[in-house]
């Protein structure tokens, strides 16, 4: 199985170009074996690059751990990227279907090849069922959440994928690699769900590390940008354009008054390569 292997602000992803190669018959556990970093390719998931019936192509994504995403904001542009580059689709605006809907994409491309890409990450859902979570409020902002013996002020975004942001004062470690895999797994979260961690810098920046859902913390996450965006606008703490510093770069993020976010980004391919066909298990999993 031919992949190439992308990154979009550090989130790193395997990408299976599935216009030429054939569906993988378990997904799910090839994604858990080819992300591992120490016996796999290494990366935060596994994405399919599909043919699409409403689109230029379709985002089939899985987490690290196996479980399938609704939609990635940082893979969505490596995809639209690939599309573009490999010749699938050569136009500088594309669509691109994904377990959330159908999203536009703007292309910025140098030397004939996408550099940055925009896209239309469509209105938040900010009613509790839609994210989903059992938390009072439509919108859910700044309700107390019971995590580890304290109240946590966390509002809640849907951007196709579930997201819970919290406001700190500072980063740390405790938040994120304490507090975070807590956060995904509250029985207030349905789902499960994705836990930004949010420190302010001025009202058109801020700093953020997320815990993913499935995947652990990631250098960046776009979707979890995006709710950071909302979340700063409902809360009043940030503007609706903000600067998002993540580890692995940083996001523009714009949420129009009343209506979509727009993330702009970029989009690195890294290397490609082949997967044997027959890998001992001992070598592509830890258990």
């Known amino acids: 199985m031919r992949f190439t292997k992308m990154q979009g602000a550090g989130n790193d992803y395997v990408y299976v170009n599935c ?15 080819v992300a ?74 140098r030397d004939d090849l996408v550099e940055r890409v925009r896209v239309d990450m469509s209105a938040p859902r900010l009613a509790a069922e839609e994210i989903p979570t059992t938390l009072p409020g439509d919108p859910v902002v700044e309700q107390k959440l019971a995590v580890a013996g304290r109240e946590l002020p966390v509002t809640c975004v849907s951007m196709g994928n579930p997201h819970c942001v919290t406001f700190v004062e500072e980063l740390s470690d405790e938040w994120v690699l304490g507090i975070g895999p807590q956060v995904e797994a509250h029985a207030a979260f349905p789902h499960r769900v994705n836990a930004e961690f949010v420190q302010v810098i001025s009202p058109s920046e801020v700093r953020v590390r997320v815990w993913e859902r499935g995947s652990g913390e990631t250098q960046a996450c776009g979707t979890g940008a995006a709710a950071v965006c909302v979340a700063g606008v409902l809360t009043g703490k940030t503007e609706r354009q903000v600067a998002v510093h993540l580890p692995g770069g940083i996001l523009e993020l714009e949420w129009e008054e009343g209506g979509h976010v727009f993330m702009t980004g970029p989009a690195v391919e890294v290397f490609s390569g082949e997967w044997p066909e027959h890998v001992p298990q001992e070598l592509s999993t830890a258990d």
Do not use: Q
């Open 36 to 109: 591992d970093r120490h016996f796999g390719i290494g990366g935060d998931g596994l994405i399919l690059i599909c043919s699409s019936e409403v689109a230029h192509a379709r985002m089939w994504m899985f987490n690290a751990d196996g479980s399938e995403g609704e939609m990635c904001g940082n893979g969505i542009r490596c995809v639209a990227k690939y599309v573009y580059d490999h010749g699938i689709a050569r136009k500088e605006r594309l669509r691109i279907e994904t377990g959330a809907g159908v999203l536009d994409l703007e292309l910025f491309t």
């Open 19 to 33: 216009f030429e190669e054939p569906l993988p018959e378990n997904p799910a556990e090839l994604a858990r074996r």
